[in-house]
C-alpha cells in the first residue's frame, strides 16, 4: 500500500476518535451538571478542546457559545468525509491494492 494512503488513512481514525470524543461530551453534557464533574467528562472535553477552540476561532461572535461544539463535530465530519474520498480516490488507481 502507498504512503500517501497509509497517511490519510491514519488522519481518517484520528478524526474519527476525535469525532467520538465530542459525540461522547455531547452525550455526558445531556445528563446534567453533575455529570459534568465526572473523570471521563473531564478526559474527552481536554481531547476536544483544541477542535472546539478552531470552531469558536473560524465562527463569527454572533454565533453562540452553546453552538459551537456541534460546529466542531460537523466540521470534523466533513474533514471525515474528505479524507474517505482521498483514500477512495487514491484506491481507485490502476495497479493499486488497498485492503
Same mark, same amino acid.
Given at each position: 500500500?502507498?504512503?500517501?494512503?497509509? &497517511?490519510?488513512?491514519?488522519? +481518517?481514525?484520528? %478524526?474519527? &476518535?476525535? =469525532?467520538?470524543?465530542?459525540?461522547?461530551?455531547?452525550?455526558?453534557? #445531556? $445528563?446534567?451538571?453533575?455529570? +459534568?464533574?465526572? @473523570?471521563?467528562?473531564?478526559? %474527552? *472535553? %481536554?481531547? #476536544?478542546?483544541? $477542535?472546539?477552540? @478552531?470552531? +469558536?476561532?473560524? *465562527?463569527?461572535?454572533?454565533?453562540?457559545?452553546?453552538? &459551537?461544539? /456541534?460546529?466542531? $463535530? %460537523?466540521?470534523? @465530519?466533513?474533514?471525515?468525509?474528505?479524507?474517505?474520498? =482521498?483514500? =477512495?480516490?487514491?484506491? /481507485? +488507481?490502476?495497479?493499486?491494492?488497498? &485492503?
Amino acid at each position: 500500500m502507498p504512503p500517501e494512503i497509509t &497517511v490519510l488513512a491514519t488522519l +481518517r481514525a484520528l %478524526v474519527e &476518535v476525535a =469525532g467520538l470524543m465530542l459525540l461522547i461530551r455531547g452525550l455526558m453534557w #445531556s $445528563f446534567g451538571p453533575k455529570a +459534568r464533574t465526572n @473523570f471521563i467528562y473531564g478526559l %474527552v *472535553t %481536554v481531547g #476536544s478542546m483544541p $477542535f472546539i477552540r @478552531f470552531a +469558536r476561532a473560524i *465562527t463569527p461572535r454572533a454565533v453562540a457559545d452553546r453552538y &459551537v461544539p /456541534a460546529i466542531a $463535530f %460537523v466540521l470534523l @465530519f466533513l474533514l471525515w468525509l474528505m479524507l474517505a474520498l =482521498g483514500v =477512495g480516490t487514491l484506491c /481507485a +488507481r490502476p495497479g493499486v491494492q488497498c &485492503v
